[in-house]
């Protein structure tokens, strides 16, 4: 057991994390739907929902250094787009939005599209952690359950969480059972035993699958889960809902 | 009063395999049953069988004097609580909560009973307060308690309990005895404990190639050598050590512990 929580911090006991899941759930999608649709010029919205999920940080009391490491994982994405900067034709309307002038290689445009995504997915990307570090994974499985997604999808979410770590434990037992008999995957033919441990994993999984399934069966399942919801929307709920969705509506107002 | 009857069962898996063949058993109602024997002789497929997960090729089990039908499926699995090896397969849930309010959603328990029976089995395996706890990060000795609690929840009249004690460290194990030795249910062991068996049980089975060979007392089945021989079981090292002449004392000596 080398893993730590997906949903890390999400048990502290804050303003925040005592609202109800679908206050969070309704507050960070609004604002990353909103912050998407926003033309990247305006950059004074930007700042103004980075202070609104900076004030919500504050609130909840995680630590801001987790948020900003984890913030890192949008990386990727935003090499990958930088990447393509260069070859996109840049005096053309980019994305939607139709900008004048351009240069050579990086033009005004192109750091524009590149500002547009790294500002879109930065801030994303601080709603999504906020959002899964204040509410325990299961309480927004509830919340959306209440939003009407069918239940056999959330029903595979809470799967996908529960056996996440079962599964990684077990990858983690296989390659050290491999690597105590001198396997260091270093070779192109090793390749081979790679081929037959993923196989093995996946006879392991579907086999879990149809225990787990009869277990389920043994407790009188017949197929469509019932389950409990007892959270409930509170007066903190509304307010903190009116705040946030308030400030983000004025925020287009005001600067747009 | 007969908690358990099954008379003449027979099953074959799929692959053509004969897992259990003309099986008779009785278990009467508050025993507890344990039911010892090789790998592969067919106690889980006959575990299996209890709780209406399989059904035999030929034969007839009755629960309670009922005989499981597809009508009466949903009732049986309320009686019958079948806990799995692999705490695992048990335990699918995001929280202990759900696990163990599972069963008692799904026999259409009215809603609010609910957090109060999934806190009085919680209780009763000692895991208050474990309500909101994610299985993954359980211990194998919780997790096998959260496992039994998962049934507890539906109040079964006959609890079976595939390998209880496997994976578990001494003290968890001894617990774990504790536990059992407290339920008013009819209770059903499979298992390669015979420790546990010795200490717990009134009955003992042995079973062997698919077939139910020597039944009776634990410390008469189990100290029978000629008998465990013959069915590919072996007398305990920690019963070999006591003379012959001893046995029985010793066994006594083992239950009041």
């Known amino acids: 057991m080398e893993h730590s929580f997906l949903d890390r911090y999400s048990h502290l006991g804050s303003i925040i994390h005592n609202l109800d899941a679908r206050t969070k759930v309704l507050a960070f999608l609004t604002l990353i739907v909103v912050t998407v649709l926003t033309p990247p010029q305006c950059w004074p919205i930007f700042l103004f929902h980075l202070a609104l999920i900076g004030v919500t940080l504050m609130l909840s009391r995680i630590p801001v250094s987790y948020v900003l490491t984890r913030s890192l994982i949008i990386l990727p994405f935003v090499l990958m787009v930088s990447l393509f900067l260069p070859f996109l034709p840049s005096n053309q309307p980019a994305g939607g939005y139709s900008l004048g002038l351009g240069s050579l290689t990086l033009g005004r445009s192109n750091l524009l599209v590149f500002w547009n995504v790294l500002i879109k997915g930065f801030i994303g990307v601080l709603a999504v952690i906020l959002l899964s570090s204040t509410t325990p994974f299961p309480r927004l499985l509830e919340a959306l359950k209440k939003f009407r997604v069918p239940s056999l999808l959330t029903l595979l979410l809470g799967f996908i969480y529960r056996y996440f770590f079962v599964l990684l434990d077990e990858i983690l037992s296989v390659k050290r059972a491999v690597a105590s008999r001198g396997y260091r995957g270093r070779w192109i033919w090793q390749v081979k035993i790679l081929g037959r441990i993923l196989g093995q994993l996946f006879l392991r999984t579907y086999e879990r699958g149809e225990r787990v399934y009869l277990g389920m069966v043994a407790r009188g399942f017949q197929g469509l889960p019932r389950t409990l919801s007892p959270s409930q929307m509170r007066r903190m709920d509304y307010l903190f809902l009116l705040g946030f969705l308030s400030a983000t509506a004025f925020s287009q107002l005001y600067f747009r | 009063m007969i908690a358990v009857e099954v008379r003449n069962l027979s099953f074959a898996y799929p692959d053509g395999h004969q897992a259990l063949e003309e099986v008779n058993l009785t278990v009467e109602k508050g025993e507890c049953l344990g039911m010892v024997g090789p790998n592969g002789a067919g106690k889980s497929t006959l575990l299996l069988h209890l709780n209406g997960l399989l059904s035999g090729n030929s034969g007839d089990i009755r629960i309670l004097g009922q005989s499981i039908t597809k009508q009466n499926l949903s009732w049986v699995r309320q009686k019958v609580g079948l806990v799995f090896q692999n705490p695992d397969d048990q335990l699918f849930c995001p929280t202990l909560f759900e696990d163990v ?157």
């Open chain 2, 101 to 257: 309010a599972f069963g008692p959603l799904n026999s259409q328990s009215p809603a609010e009973e609910i957090p109060g029976r999934v806190a009085t089995a919680l209780e009763k395996v000692g895991l208050s307060g474990f309500e909101n706890r994610s299985p993954s990060h359980m211990s194998v000795g919780e997790k096998r308690k959260a496992s039994l609690a998962t049934i507890l929840s539906m109040d079964p009249e006959i609890i079976i309990l595939d390998e209880p004690t496997s994976n578990l460290d001494p003290r968890s194990k001894k617990e774990l005895i504790t536990l059992l030795a407290t339920f008013p249910q009819t209770r059903i062991l499979a298992t390669h404990d015979f420790e546990m068996v010795l200490q717990l049980c009134d009955r003992v089975v042995l079973v062997a190639r698919g077939k139910v060979m020597a039944s009776g007392r634990p410390e008469e089945i189990l100290t029978d050598e000629s008998i465990l021989q013959t069915y590919g079981l072996e007398l305990p090292e920690f019963l070999r050590l006591v003379p012959a002449w001893d046995r029985k004392a010793f066994i006594s000596r083992l239950k009041a512990c």
